[in-house]
């Protein structure tokens, strides 16, 4: 059992809703703890970098950090990657570099020599186990005020508790594509293989990541992510919710059989999503909502103002 979260705001976050987007993510999160309290993770789109890419890589924070952040600027030096500043929070080592290269050829040359957590011209992603309200802090997450975000809290079932299992997953290879996911794909290894069969590269075991993957190589052939979405639901067996944000989106999908719970509350400033009503009472204290739970068998889409 797990919960999803997602915050998006239809332009600028409105004078009159009091919290950062991390803060609003982390307070759904804490709200429905009970789904998952054995790890966290956050998906943060910040403003788009022209000409840079925001990257981050697991580095173990209890052993030699200084040699594996060493091995990561060896590894983007040598593809042509200009590493313009660097930081430290928990168990990651986030870098902004200077790239204008193919971002897949890039996942490829590095991923054996250190351990990607995301990359992207707005994507970031933070995951670390633990609860909510203990790794804000640690990753500075109540400071993102960006446009929009996902996050998810994780009761491990079928995985260990590491970082590296924790949601959201990014698309690997793909930049700002990154999924949460509470449910279970009955089909995953046919799916994973016909993906690899078509050159598409998995970091993990984990389903989730293969919802990533899939919708980025939809979107690589040329389908827009409204069209990704609803080819999902026709290729992608099992029960679940999923939401997915890109650069300027985010996005539903739920099965047919509609066991995992979703359910969201829009106005004419935002969209917010919750596995539980719970969720989003945290971020209206004291307002009755007018709620709703998509459908089975549907997907949504909602998009930033340009």
Same mark, same amino acid.
């Given at each position: 059992?797990?919960?999803?979260?997602?915050?998006?705001?239809?332009?600028?976050? &409105?004078?009159?809703?009091?919290?950062?987007?991390?803060?609003?993510?982390?307070?759904?999160?804490?709200?429905?703890?009970?789904?998952?309290?054995?790890?966290?993770?956050?998906?943060?789109?910040?403003?788009?970098?022209?000409?840079?890419?925001?990257?981050?890589?697991?580095?173990?924070?209890?052993?030699?950090?200084?040699?594996?952040?060493?091995?990561?600027?060896?590894?983007?030096?040598?593809?042509?990657?200009?590493?313009?500043?660097?930081?430290?929070?928990?168990?990651?080592?986030?870098?902004?570099?200077?790239?204008?290269?193919?971002?897949?050829?890039?996942?490829?040359?590095?991923?054996?020599?250190?351990?990607?957590?995301?990359?992207?011209?707005?994507?970031?992603?933070?995951?670390?186990?633990?609860?909510?309200?203990?790794?804000?802090?640690?990753?500075?997450?109540?400071?993102?005020?960006?446009?929009?975000?996902?996050?998810?809290?994780?009761?491990?079932?079928?995985?260990?508790?590491? &970082?590296?299992?924790?949601?959201?997953?990014?698309?690997?290879?793909?930049?700002?594509?990154?999924?949460?996911?509470?449910?279970?794909?009955?089909?995953?290894?046919?799916?994973?293989?016909?993906?690899?069969?078509?050159?598409?590269?998995?970091?993990?075991?984990?389903?989730?990541?293969?919802?990533?993957?899939?919708?980025?190589?939809?979107?690589?052939?040329?389908?827009?992510?409204?069209?990704?979405?609803?080819?999902?639901?026709?290729?992608?067996?099992?029960?679940?919710?999923?939401?997915?944000?890109?650069?300027?989106?985010?996005?539903?999908?739920?099965?047919?059989?509609?066991?995992?719970?979703?359910?969201?509350?829009?106005?004419?400033?935002?969209?917010?999503?919750?596995?539980?009503?719970?969720?989003?009472?945290?971020?209206?204290?004291?307002?009755?909502?007018?709620?709703?739970?998509?459908? &089975?068998?549907?997907?949504?889409?909602?998009?930033?103002?340009?």
């Amino acid at each position: 059992m797990c919960a999803i979260a997602g915050l998006l705001f239809k332009k600028a976050r &409105p004078a009159h809703f009091p919290m950062t987007t991390g803060s609003a993510l982390t307070e759904i999160l804490d709200a429905t703890l009970h789904r998952g309290p054995d790890s966290a993770g956050w998906a943060l789109y910040r403003p788009p970098l022209e000409g840079e890419l925001r990257m981050r890589f697991f580095i173990d924070a209890n052993g030699d950090a200084q040699k594996e952040i060493a091995a990561v600027h060896t590894a983007l030096e040598a593809q042509g990657a200009t590493v313009l500043d660097g930081e430290v929070l928990g168990c990651t080592y986030g870098v902004r570099v200077g790239f204008a290269g193919d971002v897949l050829a890039l996942t490829r040359a590095i991923e054996r020599r250190v351990r990607l957590v995301s990359i992207g011209a707005s994507l970031d992603i933070i995951k670390d186990v633990g609860q909510p309200y203990a790794l804000a802090p640690r990753y500075a997450i109540h400071e993102f005020d960006g446009g929009h975000g996902i996050a998810h809290i994780r009761l491990a079932t079928e995985s260990g508790v590491h &970082p590296d299992t924790a949601h959201p997953f990014w698309a690997c290879g793909f930049a700002d594509v990154a999924t949460v996911h509470n449910g279970q794909l009955t089909n995953y290894w046919i799916m994973r293989r016909r993906l690899e069969r078509r050159g598409m590269v998995f970091q993990t075991e984990n389903d989730t990541e293969l919802i990533a993957v899939y919708l980025a190589y939809r979107m690589s052939r040329g389908a827009d992510l409204e069209e990704a979405l609803r080819t999902s639901l026709e290729e992608l067996d099992g029960t679940y919710s999923y939401l997915v944000a890109t650069r300027d989106a985010i996005g539903y999908a739920k099965d047919k059989l509609a066991a995992k719970p979703m359910v969201k509350y829009e106005d004419e400033d935002l969209i917010a999503i919750s596995s539980e009503e719970v969720g989003l009472n945290r971020l209206f204290p004291g307002r009755a909502l007018a709620t709703s739970e998509p459908a &089975p068998l549907t997907y949504g889409l909602w998009r930033r103002a340009a």
